[in-house]
């Protein structure tokens, strides 16, 4: 299985900072049909995942434009330009390029 | 507005059987694969099993191969996933979680998530 590593594990912030996350693939996500599937998730407190970003940097309707994603091959980030409140929460990356499809371990975003 | 309606969690013992159903509405469900994703309390995301939109193309985590069996009623827009011969270790929460336009790869939408406990 693909394996997927995210750091930080644990990133405090303080409201109004940048925030950054890495994920790191164990493989390549170039799928056969030239995309990328990489995914974020964002899961706050006692909700199910939302997604965020697919395909590395499109931003899924209705989220904020603070939140960007890029990356290529097997180096992907995820960045927020001004974390707010509503921000808390653990963030997974997610794979679909290889199956079994696999998440990083998430990030948990917490305000300082 | 898509909705994805689990239910049929609870508790059960090692050994044993239950039957997860997701009700789904808000989208052409017979369109897009479907999955199902568990989440152990307070822990990580693992992929359980994908079925794709007519039904013919199914996928297991090799965790629950040969005891978890996926699949979908196109007309009554219900996907369902029968698990046997239960495990302590299979104790978490299971998300229902829509496909997207590339299949499971861009998956989307998920459910609230149903609780499935093994324990004696």
């Known amino acids: 299985d693909v394996v997927m590593t995210q750091s930080p594990l644990s990133l405090p912030v303080t409201l109004g900072q940048p925030a950054s996350i890495s994920c790191r693939s164990s493989?390549?996500?170039?799928?056969?049909?030239?995309?990328?599937?990489l995914n974020w998730f964002q899961q706050r407190p006692g909700q199910s995942p939302r997604r965020l970003i697919y395909k590395v940097s499109n931003r899924d309707s209705g989220v904020p434009d603070r939140f960007s994603g890029s990356g290529s091959g097997t180096d992907f980030t995820l960045k927020i330009s001004r974390v707010e409140a509503e921000d808390v929460g653990v963030y997974y990356c997610m794979q679909g390029t290889h199956w079994m499809h696999t998440f990083g371990q998430g990030t948990k975003l917490e305000i300082k | 507005e898509v909705q994805l309606l689990e239910s049929g969690g609870g508790l059960e013992q090692p050994g044993g059987s239950l039957r997860l159903s997701c009700a789904a509405s808000g989208f052409t469900f017979s369109s897009y694969s479907m999955s199902w994703v568990r989440q152990v309390p307070g822990k990580g995301l693992e992929w359980v099993s994908t079925i794709g939109k007519k039904g013919t193309i199914i996928y297991y985590a090799d965790s629950v191969k040969g005891r978890f069996t996926i699949s979908r009623d196109n007309p009554k827009n219900t996907l369902c996933l029968q698990m046997n011969s239960l495990r302590v270790e299979d104790t978490a929460v299971y998300y229902c979680?829509?496909?997207?336009?590339?299949?499971?790869?861009?998956?989307?939408?998920w459910g609230q998530g149903t609780l499935v406990t093994v324990s004696s």
């Open positions: 493989q390549s996500l170039v799928y056969s049909d030239g995309n990328t599937y």
């Open positions: 979680v829509k496909g997207g336009p590339a299949g499971a790869r861009e998956s989307d939408y």
